[in-house]
């Protein structure tokens, strides 16, 4: 059975007939080949021989803003045939802006490459038998609807599982399938704040913090493209498909995970400690004279060399030879660190450092992350010209096969501008 995924991104999904959609692909970076005819399966694929292991694989994605859509990326990424469905307007996260690129939210337009795009309309007959034929035809179904809302539309674990014995369908959810917010909608800030993650963000003495990326989001997405996988292996096995869940708050505890079990073992409250950790010591930034650096002094030789580095006298001292020691003095030993690393600026304080092979980076911006030679060589910031939104920055997900980062197949798509391909009688 070829695989087929399908993500539907909202409530409702609708076909406007009469729109006329342009058919973007694009060639892979490293080939100046053509642009394939859209209608060919795979044929925009210039991988240069990137490999996909999941090609022949159907996924229909009834997901929508961020965890559903990313997991489906790395599934399409992975050569997966994504069909991403969406409401009458196209998925809200579309409109999640500025910054907008010609109109599209630049956080939609990083989880949704590699996918065909089309728009049904859930609240209409129509529109409901239309997504159970993609259903029926694919290998995985994600939906992140809210509670009830899939069995409304006929599109739950156990009506699609009627028509589709095999499939691999995948429930993101909230708070859960238990417990008394089970029903309650739930995005990344809150399940940041609720597991305690922002507790433990920020400075000491400050207000609690959210991260500054979607890191419960994407961290879903992530668990859901394991989870995936496994079923998919498991089906391959035993020739039975599975209900696949992954919750924001699941994902949220497991970021939590060393916190949680530190509190249970001791009984102390954990708290935020700006750029250092409660186990590891000197593990933070120090200052420099024009900005500052990042030390991870992970281990006692690391700490030896280190103190070689800055000409400092602790390496045998009982208060500092061992982390443990190290840790229990930390407040003193930054201040001793911090005198000795504001005598430099940044880039002779790194050239030192990493001549006494002492693990440290610098504490960029955007913009000079993006200006580094290092962010340069790794070739995770690509791009290209799209016909409709100009020029396209790609972050490829980072993993190489070979060398190779996964394929760039396909913008991410216009709403419902796959819809003739899938559903010709509508053209």
């Known amino acids: 059975m070829g695989i087929l995924i399908v993500s539907i991104s909202s409530i409702f999904l609708s076909l406007d007939s009469g729109t006329q959609v342009k058919k973007r692909f694009m060639s892979y970076p490293s080939k100046g ?48 045939d994504v069909v991403k469905v969406e409401p009458p307007g ?45 259903a029926r035809r694919s290998d995985v179904v994600f939906q992140a609807l809210r509670a009830g809302g899939a069995e409304r539309f006929g599109i739950d674990y156990r009506s699609v599982r009627e028509i589709n014995p095999e499939v691999v369908y995948v429930s993101v959810l909230a708070y859960g399938k238990e417990g008394p917010l089970r029903n309650e909608p739930g995005y990344d800030p809150l399940m940041q704040a609720m597991s305690g993650l922002m507790s433990v963000t920020g400075e000491p003495g400050g207000s609690p913090v959210r991260a500054g990326a979607s890191v419960v989001d994407l961290g879903a997405g992530m668990w859901i493209a394991i989870g995936v996988l496994g079923a998919l292996r498991e089906r391959d ?97 930054a201040r001793l660190v911090a005198e000795r690393t504001r005598r430099h600026p940044v880039s002779a304080l790194l050239r030192l450092l990493r001549e006494h092979r002492v693990p440290a980076a610098p504490i960029h911006d955007v913009a000079s992350a993006l200006a580094d030679p290092q962010t340069a060589a790794t070739g995770m910031v690509q791009r290209h010209e799209d016909p409709e939104l100009g020029d396209y920055v790609d972050i490829p997900m980072p993993i190489r096969w070979d060398g190779r980062h996964a394929a760039l197949r396909r913008f991410p798509p216009l709403p419902g501008e796959h819809q003739g391909e899938l559903f010709p009688d509508d053209e």
């Open 33 to 80: 080949e053509a642009a394939a005819d859209s209608r060919r399966p795979g044929a925009g694929d210039r991988s240069g021989g990137a490999i996909t292991p999941l090609a022949g694989l159907r996924v229909t994605d009834f997901s929508q803003n961020l965890a559903g859509p990313y997991a489906t990326q790395v599934l399409a990424d992975l050569g997966a």
């Open 90 to 134: 196209g998925d809200p996260a579309r409109r999640w802006g500025p910054p907008f690129i010609r109109g599209q939210s630049t956080l939609f337009q990083a989880v949704n490459r590699n996918k065909r795009g089309v728009v049904l309309d859930l609240g209409s007959e129509a529109g409901q038998a239309r997504a159970r034929e993609l």
């Open 237 to 333: 096995r035993t020739g039975r498909g599975c209900h696949v869940t992954v919750s924001l708050l699941d994902t949220a505890l497991a970021w939590m995970s060393y916190h949680v079990t530190g509190y249970l073992a001791t009984g102390s409250i954990p708290g935020p400690m700006g750029t250092s950790i409660a186990m590891i010591a000197p593990y933070e930034a120090f200052p420099c004279t024009d900005g500052s650096v990042m030390i991870a002094a992970g281990n006692d030789v690391i700490f030896r060399r280190l103190c070689d580095a800055l000409g400092l006298e602790l390496a045998t001292h009982a208060d500092y030879a061992e982390n443990a020691n190290r840790v229990a003095n930390s407040g003193a030993l």
